[in-house]
């Protein structure tokens, strides 16, 4: 199993900034793709962005301009710098890792969210 456990939300201002972090453990060969998600009440969970081993990134058109992700392969965390926080970036945010824990094993793990509350 592949564990990631998430750290970095809270409770912020309109126009401030959070970092979330988000660690994997467990037996991992390769990650593929690291992402981070977000699902607010009563709306279905959307990408906010997400980070290939090769380096390429994509994000939501909501956050562009406003958020990297970024991540230190050594430590097998990514990140998520939010910066210009608005109300409506009110959800739980979700950590996704995809990979392989061995040649042929793959894993496509989620991590138990972090809320992360942007106040008017």
């Known amino acids: 199993q592949v564990q990631l456990v998430e750290s970095g939300g809270g409770l912020v201002q309109a126009g401030g900034s959070l970092r979330l972090s988000c660690v994997a453990s467990g037996s991992i060969f390769s990650i593929n793709t690291m992402g981070w998600y977000r699902q607010a009440p009563g709306k279905q969970r959307e990408l906010v962005a997400t980070?290939?081993?090769?380096?390429?990134?994509n994000y939501a058109d909501s956050v562009k301009g406003r958020f990297t992700i970024s991540r230190d392969n050594a430590k097998n965390t990514v990140f998520l710098q939010m910066n210009s926080l608005k109300p409506g970036d009110t959800a739980v945010y979700y950590c996704?890792?995809?990979?392989?824990?061995?040649?042929?094993?793959?894993?496509?793990?989620w991590g138990q969210g972090t809320q992360v509350t942007v106040s008017s």
């Open positions: 996704n890792l995809s990979g392989y824990r061995s040649m042929l094993n793959r894993f496509d793990s």
């Open positions: 980070l290939t081993s090769g380096g390429s990134t």
